[in-house]
């Protein structure tokens, strides 16, 4: 009996061209050959929670990776619950240039754009397991699964 996952799951985060083309010239600069681009979230900075985002050669046994022409993106099972949805994007003007998260799931974020607080997280098990769900206040509308909204 043949018990390979082949379901493909969506990616947690996606990259702009512009972020993508950023990333690639940055991994050309420095040389790397390993690992990927590491994006994650942490607790702390202004508005509760921060982005994280560097280059990284470990790959954990609980990290998604996501592969975006070339680019390994790697994200840790916890981060993946409040980035589920977000955009990578790079911005550059005459000042340089920066990436930037583009969040569903932030209601709020600090002026710098470096760190948010996300609607509260509410774990729900049944009997098939469990899954965490984002409980959004401003939601006056969501579908089934609980994953998209409108507001």
Same mark, same amino acid.
């Given at each position: 009996? $043949?018990?390979? &996952?082949? =379901?493909?799951?969506?990616?947690?985060?996606?990259? *702009?061209? *512009? %972020?993508?083309?950023?990333?690639?010239?940055?991994? &050309?600069?420095?040389?790397?050959? =390993?690992?990927?681009?590491?994006?994650? +979230?942490?607790?702390?900075?202004? !508005? #509760?929670? !921060?982005?994280?985002?560097?280059?990284? =050669?470990?790959?954990?046994?609980?990290?998604?990776?996501? $592969?975006? $022409?070339? +680019?390994?993106?790697? +994200?840790? %099972?916890?981060? %993946?619950?409040?980035?589920?949805?977000?955009?990578?994007?790079?911005?550059?003007?005459?000042? #340089?240039? @920066?990436?930037?998260?583009? @969040?569903? &799931?932030?209601?709020?974020?600090? #002026?710098?754009?470096?760190? /948010? !607080?996300?609607?509260?997280? $509410?774990?729900?098990?049944?009997?098939?397991?469990? @899954? /965490?769900?984002? +409980?959004?206040?401003?939601?006056?509308?969501?579908?089934?699964? #609980?994953? !998209?909204? *409108? %507001?």
């Amino acid at each position: 009996m $043949d018990t390979t &996952n082949t =379901e493909v799951q969506a990616p947690v985060i996606t990259l *702009s061209e *512009s %972020a993508l083309k950023e990333v690639k010239r940055l991994i &050309n600069v420095q040389g790397l050959t =390993e690992g990927g681009l590491r994006l994650g +979230v942490k607790g702390g900075g202004c !508005s #509760g929670l !921060s982005y994280t985002i560097n280059f990284d =050669e470990k790959i954990g046994p609980h990290d998604q990776i996501h $592969d975006f $022409d070339g +680019v390994k993106v790697i +994200v840790d %099972a916890k981060s %993946a619950i409040y980035l589920q949805g977000t955009q990578l994007d790079f911005q550059k003007d005459l000042m #340089g240039g @920066n990436f930037k998260f583009v @969040n569903p &799931n932030a209601d709020k974020t600090c #002026g710098c754009g470096e760190s /948010f !607080s996300a609607t509260q997280l $509410d774990f729900q098990k049944d009997l098939m397991g469990g @899954n /965490f769900k984002f +409980v959004n206040p401003n939601a006056d509308k969501t579908c089934g699964c #609980g994953e !998209s909204f *409108s %507001a």
